[in-house]
């Protein structure tokens, strides 16, 4: 499987700092959430893991910013193993290129905060990060399958840009639409694709 993630250290850590790394990791995300990401410092994360800052730095030199793109690291992972996973098992493309814009549109909802200050703190550029880049050969490759009539590149890229971080926070923050306006919307657009 290859590694398109936001380029946090892989390489492997003692179980002690692997256990340190997960709590830090669990109580940085629930803090977010709770508080908003704007609202929590570096301090109030090693307090509430009760660990030293300096333990917390060790894992997160950069500070907060790292921090941020550990958890986007750790989701975008965990998407990457559902969807090969799912589609090694076989079946249909259009079946799994439905799957596969909900997963990701549910992905960057979740993590809209976390994509939003990242951008804005020039470090990951969205729409040509690999990690994101992934998500557009993935959308390619499978509207190519599923019809082959389709200019799969261009629907592909139409795609992706309804998925990219910065409309989606558009349509919620701006225009108002609720998930479910914003999900029906681009499930929809697969199916015109899928059955042109």
């Known amino acids: 499987m290859p590694d398109l993630t936001f380029g946090t250290d892989s390489r492997p850590k003692r ?6 790394h997960t709590l830090l990791l669990d109580t940085a995300k629930r803090l977010f ?9 570096m301090s109030a994360v090693a307090e509430a893991a009760n660990v030293g800052k300096g333990t917390l730095y060790r894992h997160f030199p950069k500070g907060k910013v790292e921090l941020m793109q550990a958890l986007l690291d750790e989701d975008q992972r965990d998407l990457q193993a559902r969807a ?30 976390l994509m939003h200050l990242d951008a804005t703190a020039g470090v990951c550029s969205l729409i040509d990060h690999p990690a994101h880049l992934w998500w557009r050969m993935t959308i390619r490759g499978l509207l190519a399958r599923a019809n082959r009539h389709v200019d799969a590149d261009y629907n592909a890229d139409v795609l ?13 923050n701006t225009l108002g639409y609720d998930v479910d306006r914003i999900t029906s919307g681009l499930l929809a657009t697969v199916e015109k694709l899928v059955q042109s």
């Not at 990219?164 to 926070?169: A, C, K, L, V």
Request: charged share 20%; aromatic share 14%.
């Open 15 to 20: 179980a002690d700092a692997l256990e340190n």
């Open 160 to 172: 992706y840009l309804m998925l990219d971080p910065r409309t989606i926070d558009f349509q919620r």
């Open 33 to 41: 959430s709770e508080q908003g990401i704007e609202n929590v410092s």
């Open 84 to 113: 090969f996973a799912r589609f090694n098992s076989g079946g249909d493309a259009a079946n799994h290129l439905r799957w596969f814009v909900g997963e990701v549109y549910a992905f960057v909802a979740r993590n809209l905060g």
